[in-house]
């Protein structure tokens, strides 16, 4: 069974910046396309950026583009999110989701499409 462990979120100014990590166990992590999403309070869970199984191809929010970069370590079954400038507007739990049934430069971007998910990490972002 597919296993999701997100770490790295927590409070920071606006301006600031974090890392998210999610690291993938229990089936092989190359096989699984893999995306963020967020939830703020009151609000659907929403798409913030994804990657292909193999990382080439990446695919991001208009909100967050430019600002927020995913990667992926196949090596270490990890997947990341570096967020920088962030602002008020991005506070929310941040998920990862992966996805087992996406081609090999595929990102879906829905959250339905995503079979596996992490608990989540919180990310506050003060004014």
């Known amino acids: 069974q597919v296993q999701l462990v997100e770490s790295g979120g927590g409070l920071v100014q606006a301006g600031g910046s974090l890392r998210l990590s999610c690291v993938f166990s229990?089936?092989?992590?190359?096989?699984?396309?893999m995306a963020w999403f967020r939830q703020a309070p009151g609000k659907e869970r929403e798409f913030v950026a994804g990657i292909s199984r193999s990382g080439g191809s990446t695919y991001y929010a208009d909100s967050v583009k430019v600002r927020f970069t995913i990667s992926r370590d196949n090596a270490k079954n990890t997947v990341y999110l570096q967020m920088n400038s962030l602002k008020p507007e991005d506070t929310a739990v941040y998920y990862c989701?992966?996805?087992?049934?996406?081609?090999?430069?595929?990102?879906?971007?829905?959250?339905?499409?995503?079979?596996?998910w992490g608990q989540g990490t919180q990310v506050t972002v003060s004014s």
């Open positions: 229990g089936r092989t992590f190359g096989y699984y396309a």
């Open positions: 989701g992966a996805d087992a049934n996406s081609n090999p430069v595929q990102i879906p971007t829905t959250r339905r499409e995503y079979d596996y």
